[in-house]
């Protein structure tokens, strides 16, 4: 084992392995370890410069016991940067601590020729190489030791029913509706971000903590330490990014449905809403108003002009969104072209397919430059040329046909080993180009994200969820999870997006309550796949805008009088709460806390909070308690300590109390924090 302080960084060598650690912004430290002759440069999510910090490295002895079994000296040596300090042992083994508390070790049961916590005989290693057959990338799997007492959150959106994430297990990988963002809150007081994009597994066992990474040549990991999770997420946005400022102009109503049609289905819906004198911020153009996938231009035949129905919706007030999907047909008239010039994603085996449907499709290779320059000098002739405000980057993950990693290829190298940073760099092709036009409310929709997505103007939704109440109380744990790993523009199709049938009165008993969490979140959007299918198609061509199904109607409107009044209820209280919603984005952009917040966000010193996942904060001082079961009409609430306004009736109640507070079809509990 050698040790050396390289201008403030910490430099270990030992069996073929390079281990560097450096301070990365503050109480900060950056991690990285290579079986090659060079650390790679890429920085991967830690995109921004980290604050300037003072960094004190010291090499010295300790006492030991040698193989012979003889008192001997052995060499270790500790890095430290404010109030993170790591120390490496003779082993290898690296502990970190915030101030003098141990906060995080790597997990080593292996002999190192003593009598310690870390030697046993078993031959399991704090980080362990493999190399791949017949090429330079390794397997990696690194171990730390668990906790019994520590609580895991972040990590971006996984579909299940669990907020603290210790003894699950997690695919490092995107999926429709799964989102990986590799960054995880410890109760313990601090943050872990796996600065790695390639596909793996991460398993926070009781018995220990695994992060495995299938293709890669490089570990880079980020710890941070801080007393809260607020500080935790400023430290961590710091050196990721943090989201720019949020339009006023679209804090209020996005208007969605599986599928507008036609021009004029587009315009009749926007007009109906100005006679009814509700104001809607955006109306969205969902897919096949294409030709086919990768034509990128609307179908002309029911979409005559779509220059003056942009100009017409903007008269409005009203802002246009379009679809965009990364999948090209062969029949395509971008296709040979994108595929002569190496701009499509390559498989390792078989048939050129990594999309099925609705087409036989390849899809962009968004890791090279020259494939993102295609797709926007298209987009931006068909769409942005014609006075579309924003992009939606539909199956953004990308949405593969099969999930095989291991059988594509991008520029830079097999899909296994870099596919989860895909999403970003997809919403780099239109954020990247309309910045540089010059374009400052840059504000995309997108289905998936990875580490650092916030910064690129990207509000990411949930996915193609089922319409149950289940799949409602899941949303509220991912929404929570993914702001604590740094995405605070977040949303969800109002209802889920997979519904049999609009006028069943359960399923409408859903919508309001997921319309009624909604209004509480960072953008209220409605969309769906409304059932049943039975509008017949415009014509019976197999290919452009016209020839695939749509969902029945998703207006305010769509679902009789006295849901309509729910909603028009709820849209303004919405409206209401403006100025405080406009605050919570700048605070978004200021220190990256998210909009929607766990209850220890707001209240860390309160053991309860931790333990709560059913209601939430909406910023510093609305405390939301959403409806998540089928006609359940009152709900428990918990008030931490404090006076609390009940923001119904007016009431007031202490706080360090839990209420059976009553949440009649047309409410919800909602709280606002006096003191």
Known sequence: MQFYNENGRLKVQKNGEKLLLEPWGKDSLRVRAVMQPEFSDERWALVETPESTESEV?????????????????????????????????????????????????????????????????????????????????????????????????????????????????????????????????????????????????????????????????????????????????????VTGRAPAFPEDRMGLWQCKLRYRTQEEVLSVARQYQAEGIHIDQIVIDFFHWTVQGDWKFDTKYWPDPKAMVDELHSMGIKVVVSVWPSVDRKSENF???????????????????????????????????????VWDVCKKNYYDLGIDAFWLDNSEPDFGVYDFDHYRYMAGPAISCSNIYPQLYSRVFYDNMKELGQKDIVNLLR???????????????????????????QIQAGLNMGLAGIPWWTTDVGGFMTDDVNDPDFQQLLIRWYEFAVYSAVLR????????????????????????????????????????????????????????????????????????????????????????DQYMFGSELLVAPVLKLNQFEREVYLPAGEWEDTRDGKHYAGGQTLLSPAPIDSIPVFKRVR
């Open 58 to 238: 010291k090499i010295y002895q300790v006492d030991s016991i040698g193989f012979n079994g003889l008192p001997c000296k052995r060499e270790v040596a500790s890095i430290q940067n404010g109030r993170i300090r790591a120390e490496v042992n003779f082993a290898g083994v690296i502990t970190f601590f915030r101030d003098d508390t141990e906060i995080l070790r790597e997990y080593f049961r292996s002999y190192d020729g003593t009598i310690s916590r870390e030697s046993r005989c078993l031959k399991v290693v704090n980080r362990e190489w493999k190399g791949i057959l017949g090429g330079s990338e390794y397997t990696l799997d690194v171990k730390f030791e668990a906790r019994d007492e520590e609580k895991i959150f972040g990590m971006g959106q996984y579909q299940q029913k669990y907020m603290d994430l210790k003894g699950c297990v997690l695919e490092l990988a995107q999926r429709n509706s799964q989102i990986s963002v590799p960054f995880a809150v410890s109760s313990l007081g601090y943050g872990f971000l796996w600065n790695n994009p390639a596909v793996g597994t991460v398993s926070f066992g009781k018995n220990y903590t695994e992060w495995k990474a299938l293709s890669t040549k490089q570990m880079d990991y980020w710890v941070t330490a801080a007393d809260t999770p607020k500080e935790i997420l400023k430290n961590y946005t710091a």
């Open 336 to 374: 040979y072209p994108m595929l002569d010039r190496g701009l499509l994603i390559r498989t390792e085996r078989g048939a050129l397919q990594t999309y099925d449907y609705q087409g036989d499709c390849v899809e962009i290779d968004v890791f090279n430059p020259e494939a993102r320059k295609y």
């Open 526 to 613: 409605m969309h769906g796949c409304r059932g049943p299918l039975t509008i017949p198609p415009l014509d019976d061509r197999d290919w452009g805008g016209g020839y695939l199904y749509t969902g029945q109607p998703n207006e305010l409107w769509s679902y009789g009088e006295e849901n309509y009044r729910i909603m028009k209820k709820y849209y303004d209280i919405r409206l209401s709460l403006h100025d405080y919603i406009k605050s919570l984005y700048e605070e978004a952009s200021e220190n990256g806390s998210p909009l929607i917040r766990t209850m220890f966000y707001e209240f860390p010193e309160d053991p309860h909070c931790w333990e709560l996942q």
């Open 448 to 474: 998936c994200a990875w580490a650092g997505s916030q910064k690129y103007g990207n509000v990411v939704w949930s996915g193609d969820v089922p319409s149950t109440f289940e799949s409602l109380y899941d």
